[in-house]
T-cell receptor
């Protein structure tokens, strides 16, 4: 059984370049979440998709960050004009339904390093 | 403003003894609390949760206690095993508003023989 998968596992980029991070949620999960963990910090919520509803973008740190979810499945997180403070592990999670006691299952993360 | 706080960055416990990990929160609207465990280079894995209508939830060696008046929860692991060595994150959500989780900064637990 496949869990949440993320690609790439590691990404090194130069300051100012754009990056795309991919998340494949567990099949059948309607909710998808992006978090990030900076060095020495807890997980920070970024954005949340639930079915066809408008996403909750309240955690995106700047307008350089955007995400989309195509066909209710795969999601891509895009960071434009990357900055060194964007360096972090970006984690994706999915859950079967939103609400209630629905556990979020996490992928292994993408470690982004901005030089 | 840190809404979920784990004030102990690390904890060291002998195998077989009890591990107690603590978490404090500030938002009284949180109604669902979870503990996740994270090994290096892996995503967090769900451990145990508790709804605000309860004050205790037990699953095998793991028990979570919730004290709403003190806005405090704790995770008890007994007996502790070396395989429990990991970083433990406390998380909370206000499910009336959203399903996003607010995480603490984590506590690194080391269980030694």
């Amino acid at each position: 059984g496949a869990g949440v998968s993320q690609s790439p596992s590691n990404k090194v980029t130069e300051k100012g370049k754009d990056v795309e991070l991919r998340c494949d949620p567990i099949s059948g999960h309607t909710a998808l979440y992006w978090y990030r963990q900076s060095l020495g910090q807890g997980l920070e919520f970024l954005i949340y998709f639930q079915g066809n509803s408008a996403p909750d973008k309240s955690g995106l740190p700047s307008d350089r960050f955007s995400a989309e979810r195509t066909g209710g499945s795969v999601s891509t997180l895009t960071i434009q004009r990357t900055q060194q403070e964007d360096s972090a592990v970006y984690l994706c999670a999915s859950s079967f339904l939103a609400g209630g006691d629905n556990e979020q299952f996490f992928g292994p993360g993408t470690r982004l390093t901005v030089l | 403003d840190q809404q979920v706080k784990q004030n102990s960055p690390s904890l060291s416990v002998q195998e077989g003894r009890i591990s107690i990990l603590n978490c404090d929160y500030t938002n009284s609207m949180f109604d669902y609390f979870l503990w996740y465990k994270k090994y290096p280079a892996e995503g967090p894995t769900f451990l145990i949760s508790i709804s605000s209508i309860k004050d205790k939830n037990e699953d095998g060696r793991f028990t979570v206690f919730l004290n709403k008046s003190a806005k405090h929860l704790s995770l008890h692991i007994v007996p502790s095993q070396p395989g429990d060595s990991a970083v433990y994150f406390c998380a909370a959500s206000d499910r009336h508003v959203t399903d996003k989780l607010i995480f603490g900064t984590g506590t690194r637990l080391q269980v030694f023989p």
